[in-house]
């Protein structure tokens, strides 16, 4: 099966510092990359989808400035949080998928962002 | 605006209790709906998929509906076990022609099941 691994797994940082967050497909190459954000017992939002090679594109209310995405290679995103504060503490999902027009879309395990 | 709502927000049973989890969608222009499991602090693994021209689909003692018209999916979990104990997500698939489907969650069920 398809795997998407994420790094680190957690993270703790001081506020007004900025953490990044990786995002790899082991398996496969990854056409399209998904990047989303969990509260506790809520549902995964999507920040932004970015397509390898081009700019990001972001969900309406995501600052595109302080959620710094890069889509560099076939297998790897990054997502960089700028300057964070402790509102921006969250589970962090990436996903990704093969194909832009496939369906199938494999998940990261999460990363946890605690600031400080 | 699409919205997906999935009721109950939590869900307590015995083990081996049959169960329905509920899904509901305000706009019937999907693409595809798919159910995953969530465990704490994981990542998600897909359940089940079904196509907006399907009925349902099934994999084990799982059985997923779907009623496209009246913007409606459950998640039937037959003979539950301590094992199924997680959060079950529903997510609808739109089309978008530039950035190809997108996925919109509802906010899930928490499940637990008592030995």
């Known amino acids: 099966g398809a795997v998407v691994s994420q790094h680190p797994s957690w993270v703790i940082c001081k506020s007004g510092t900025s953490v990044k967050i990786e995002c790899r497909s082991l398996?496969?190459?990854?056409?399209?990359m998904f990047w989303y954000r969990q509260f506790p017992k809520q549902s995964l939002m999507l920040m932004a989808t970015?397509?390898?090679?081009?700019?990001?594109?972001?969900e309406q209310g995501v600052e595109k400035d302080k959620f710094l995405i890069n889509h560099a290679s076939l297998t790897l995103s990054t997502l960089t949080v700028t300057s964070a504060h402790p509102e921006d503490s969250s589970f962090y999902i990436c996903?990704?998928?093969?194909?832009?027009?496939?369906?199938?879309?494999?998940f990261g395990p999460g990363t946890r962002l605690l600031v400080l | 605006k699409q919205e997906v709502t999935q009721i109950p927000a939590a869900l307590s049973v015995p083990e081996g209790e049959n169960l329905v989890l509920n899904c509901s969608f305000t706009?019937?222009?999907?693409?595809?709906l798919q159910w995953f499991r969530q465990d704490p602090g994981k990542g998600l693994t897909s359940l089940l998929l079904?196509?907006?021209?399907?009925r349902e689909q099934t994999s084990g003692r799982l059985n997923a509906s779907l009623d496209k018209s009246s913007g409606r999916s459950t998640l039937y979990i037959a003979a539950s076990q301590p094992g199924d104990s997680a959060t079950y997500l529903c997510?609808?698939?739109?089309?978008?022609?530039?950035?190809?489907?997108?996925?919109?969650f509802g906010q899930g069920t928490e499940l637990s099941v008592k030995p």
């Open positions: 996903s990704a998928k093969r194909a832009f027009f496939q369906e199938t879309q494999y």
């Open positions: 398996d496969f190459q990854a056409t399209t």
């Open positions: 970015s397509n390898e090679g081009s700019k990001a594109t972001y």
């Open positions: 706009d019937s222009a999907i693409y595809n």
């Open positions: 079904i196509q907006s021209s399907q």
């Open positions: 997510a609808v698939r739109r089309f978008i022609y530039n950035q190809g489907g997108k996925l919109i």
